[in-house]
């Protein structure tokens, strides 16, 4: 079983930054993949960034060149920079792990970007 707890969402201006943070526990062996999701208020949850199985990083075209994804392998923590954010960034951002029997989800944390 693997846990993951997301920090740092809130209230930000357009053109500003955010950092989440996910941790991880529990069989860290057993995760495949990780990542982030965003889930906008009535839309459907997509990807937005992602360390893939074989190694290599992922991101969604809306993103690419504003977010970041990083990890410290040391604390099992996954972290997403979130650069030049906009109004249709706002939204509930989760931290996912991919293990063999399908996804583990955090609990998600709100990301509010005003105009």
């Known amino acids: 079983q693997v846990q993951l707890v997301e920090s740092g969402g809130g209230l930000v201006q357009a053109g500003g930054s955010l950092r989440l943070s996910c941790a991880a526990s529990?069989?860290?062996?057993?995760?495949?993949?990780i990542g982030w999701f965003r889930q906008p208020p009535g839309k459907q949850r997509d990807m937005v960034a992602a360390?893939?199985?074989?190694?290599?990083?992922d991101y969604a075209d809306s993103v690419k060149g504003r977010f970041t994804i990083s990890r410290d392998s040391a604390k099992n923590m996954v972290y997403l920079q979130m650069n030049s954010l906009k109004p249709e960034d706002t939204a509930i951002y989760y931290c996912?792990?991919?293990?063999?029997?399908?996804?583990?989800w955090g609990q998600g944390t709100q990301v509010t970007v005003s105009s």
């Open positions: 996912v792990a991919l293990v063999m029997g399908g996804p583990y």
């Open positions: 529990g069989d860290i062996s057993s995760i495949n993949a």
């Open positions: 360390f893939t199985a074989s190694g290599t990083t």
